[in-house]
């Protein structure tokens, strides 16, 4: 008999003894079964759901992790953007607009194409430092109103180049100052005081004669560069004159205009002194220049185009008047320009207020009394100067530097 059939008959009652303890031991072993059964399948569905909830808080810490990185990226994105930013307004616009409140070196008004301190130096450098002449220079702008400068200058007697380094501070000149600024002795001061009630006067004819010794003593063909005043101050008209007929043997290199009287001590000193060259092979030559309407002539070699329109070459105006006045003109608008540039002096110059006044009371002089030269530097062999203090009326001359020859260094 199958174990179904009796299992029938065991739920009708119609087993018997024995078959009944065959279907309860049946049942028994059944229940043991589906009980180990039952526990095996609680535990996989356990790990199933322990699995799952793993998996859940993994996937949630992922999402968890990159919801933060992304958060973390955008904080970092947003305070690198914040920091290039203030860069960015430090540089171009803070900077900008405090450096606006001083001299700007840098800055292109004056010319087209030439930094404003380029016209400044050089106009400078040729009213008040004989013996030189501007061959570049470069402005290096660092913010907050502080340039670097650098210049190259030519010294016209060594043939030579200096360069030359100094740093601008909200208008003032800091850091090393360059050796450019003043004269290294007062040349002319013998023609500043008047003779017969000034002590100073003296000193410098005695100082005169003893270079006139040191003159005659020197080889003939010995290279000079003198100093030479005027008995009496002379026209420039005059000045062309004696350029012309000694332009083989003497080199003009700077002419000292008078811009006070002679009895107003301490007005017309060292530094203050003022003047311009002559020659139109100084510096440099920039293909470029400041307003020529309101400063004429402030290039001396624009004068080639006034004589070309002028009536000289058919003898009907006369060639030293025609270059006096073109000298007179040229100086005039170097002083116009310097007066105007106050912003330049108060940034190069440690005594500004000084400085601005003498160019302002000296266009007030050669408006009342024109435009006169007292003396001028020369370079020449020791032969032709003596030559020269013969032949005119020559007060004293000041030996500043000698060498061997014209072409030594």
């Given at each position: 008999?199958?174990?179904?059939?009796?299992l029938?008959?065991?739920?009708?009652?119609?087993?018997?003894?024995?078959?009944?303890?065959?279907?309860?031991r049946?049942?028994?072993?059944?229940?043991?079964?589906n009980?180990y059964?039952?526990?095996?399948?609680?535990?996989?569905?356990?790990?199933?759901?322990?699995e799952?909830?793993?998996?859940?808080?993994i996937?949630?810490?992922k999402?968890?992790?990159?919801?933060?990185?992304?958060?973390?990226?955008?904080?970092?994105?947003?305070?690198v953007?914040?920091?290039?930013?203030?860069l960015?307004?430090?540089k171009?616009?803070?900077?900008?607009?405090?450096?606006?409140?001083y001299y700007?070196?840098?800055?292109?008004?004056?010319?087209?194409y030439?930094?404003?301190?380029?016209f400044?130096?050089r106009?400078?450098t040729e009213?008040?430092i004989?013996?030189?002449?501007?061959?570049s220079?470069?402005?290096?702008?660092?913010g907050f109103?502080?340039y670097n400068?650098y210049i190259?200058?030519e010294?016209?007697?060594?043939?030579?180049t200096?360069?030359q380094?100094?740093?601008?501070?909200?208008n003032m000149?800091?850091?090393?100052?360059?050796?450019?600024?003043c004269l290294e002795?007062?040349?002319?001061?013998?023609?500043l005081?008047?003779?017969?009630?000034?002590a100073?006067s003296?000193?410098?004819?005695?100082?005169?004669?003893?270079?006139?010794i040191e003159?005659?003593?020197?080889?003939?063909?010995?290279?000079?560069s003198?100093?030479?005043?005027f008995d009496?101050?002379?026209?420039?008209?005059?000045?062309?004159?004696?350029i012309?007929?000694?332009?083989?043997?003497l080199?003009f290199?700077w002419?000292g205009?008078?811009?006070s009287n002679?009895d107003?001590?301490?007005?017309q000193?060292?530094?203050?002194?003022v003047?311009?060259?002559?020659?139109?092979n100084?510096?440099?030559?920039a293909?470029d220049?400041?307003?020529?309407d309101k400063?004429?002539?402030?290039s001396?070699t624009?004068y080639?185009?006034?004589?070309?329109d002028?009536?000289?070459?058919?003898?009907?105006?006369d060639?030293y008047?025609?270059?006096?006045?073109?000298?007179?003109?040229?100086?005039i608008s170097l002083l116009?320009y310097?007066?105007d540039r106050k912003?330049?002096?108060e940034?190069?110059?440690y005594t500004?207020?000084?400085?601005?006044?003498?160019y302002?009371?000296?266009?007030?002089?050669?408006?009342?009394n024109?435009?006169k030269?007292y003396?001028?530097l020369?370079y020449?062999?020791?032969?032709?100067?003596?030559k020269?203090?013969?032949n005119?009326?020559?007060?004293?001359?000041y030996?500043?530097?000698?060498?061997s020859?014209?072409y030594?260094?």
């Amino acid at each position: 008999m199958e174990f179904k059939d009796l299992l029938e008959k065991y739920k009708n009652n119609q087993a018997s003894e024995e078959e009944k303890a065959i279907v309860e031991r049946e049942i028994e072993k059944n229940e043991i079964i589906n009980e180990y059964l039952a526990d095996k399948l609680d535990f996989k569905l356990d790990l199933e759901e322990n699995e799952m909830s793993n998996k859940e808080v993994i996937n949630h810490k992922k999402i968890i992790k990159k919801a933060m990185n992304k958060k973390m990226n955008k904080i970092i994105l947003i305070s690198v953007i914040s920091v290039l930013l203030i860069l960015f307004s430090i540089k171009y616009i803070v900077a900008p607009i405090v450096s606006s409140f001083y001299y700007n070196p840098a800055k292109i008004s004056q010319g087209k194409y030439f930094d404003d301190f380029y016209f400044d130096l050089r106009t400078f450098t040729e009213l008040n430092i004989p013996g030189y002449g501007l061959n570049s220079e470069v402005v290096e702008p660092l913010g907050f109103g502080k340039y670097n400068i650098y210049i190259n200058q030519e010294n016209t007697f060594k043939n030579s180049t200096e360069n030359q380094q100094m740093q601008i501070l909200k208008n003032m000149p800091c850091g090393q100052f360059i050796k450019i600024y003043c004269l290294e002795s007062d040349m002319f001061q013998d023609v500043l005081y008047k003779d017969e009630t000034n002590a100073p006067s003296y000193y410098y004819q005695r100082r005169s004669g003893e270079m006139m010794i040191e003159l005659k003593e020197l080889n003939p063909v010995s290279y000079v560069s003198a100093y030479i005043s005027f008995d009496n101050d002379i026209e420039l008209k005059d000045l062309s004159y004696l350029i012309e007929e000694y332009n083989d043997e003497l080199n003009f290199k700077w002419v000292g205009i008078r811009v006070s009287n002679k009895d107003e001590l301490g007005t017309q000193y060292s530094t203050n002194q003022v003047g311009f060259n002559p020659s139109l092979n100084d510096g440099s030559s920039a293909g470029d220049n400041v307003n020529s309407d309101k400063y004429p002539l402030i290039s001396l070699t624009d004068y080639l185009e006034d004589l070309d329109d002028s009536q000289i070459i058919s003898g009907q105006e006369d060639y030293y008047e025609f270059m006096g006045k073109e000298y007179e003109t040229h100086f005039i608008s170097l002083l116009k320009y310097m007066n105007d540039r106050k912003e330049f002096i108060e940034a190069y110059s440690y005594t500004s207020s000084s400085i601005s006044e003498f160019y302002k009371q000296s266009l007030y002089y050669i408006e009342e009394n024109g435009v006169k030269t007292y003396g001028v530097l020369v370079y020449g062999e020791a032969q032709d100067i003596l030559k020269f203090k013969e032949n005119e009326d020559v007060k004293s001359i000041y030996v500043d530097n000698v060498k061997s020859s014209k072409y030594s260094k």
